[in-house]
């Protein structure tokens, strides 16, 4: 489903990712862990083009959204062409970036109706089995500003889904999140997983590393330090540093 290959970001003279490659299979659910200015959110951003990589390529089920070429000179995929790749992947973020004057139920047909073109009566079903789905059906008419963090991450979700991706993609979907609400929006994650959504998440929740993730890829300064089954990672990780960030983390 993705293939990213060396992929470099600079921010003027700073590297925040140093020839970063992952691959991920259809259905796979990926976690990335790692320190604060690792290169996480970088590399989500790459993926869907919210950024521009500067050497590498990466291609989205079988399209190349950017290749470097033999003179090392990076070339992405035409405007249009660009669009539909990243059309494909989903992307929720730990801020919910809802529109604050839109209904959630509004929120969640926008993007389907605007970008795609999908008519009202098409969309409102699939938005409101959506919204169903993550357990708020209930608040369809409500504006966000009426909702708790946890069920504006949770609509943030069905509104991701509307678009119909083939993957999706969490940043730290649950750090802006009071304890007590992260439960609820990683069981809407979860069913995900249990659908086989293919999915890379970044975040600093281990249990849901440890349980959902297939994969679990430790990044720091830029570059993958190591990768395995949770399993390997979290009960005897071959790098020292990962030992020493996940001693810092676990509870
Ligand atoms: N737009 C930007 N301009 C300059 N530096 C940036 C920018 N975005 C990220 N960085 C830097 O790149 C590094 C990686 O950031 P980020 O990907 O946000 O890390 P993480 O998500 O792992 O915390 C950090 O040192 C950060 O300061
Ligand atoms: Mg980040």
Redesign the pocket.
Known sequence: MIQATNIHKR??Q?E??KGISLEVAKGEVVAII??????????L?CLNRL?MIDEGSIVIEGEELVTTNAEGKIQYANEPEARLICRKMGMVFQQFNLFPHLTVLQNVVEAPMTVKGVKYPEILPVAQELLRKVGLEDKMNNYPSRLSGGQKQRVAIARALAMKPDIMLF??PTSALDPELTGEVLKAMRQLAEEHMTMIV?THEMGFAREVANRVIF?DK?EILEEGTPEEIFEKPSQQRTQSFLNVVAK
């Open positions: 921010f003027k700073f925040a990712l790692g320190p604060s200015g690792s290169g996480k959110s970088t590399f951003r950024e940043d730290e970044v990044m830029g």
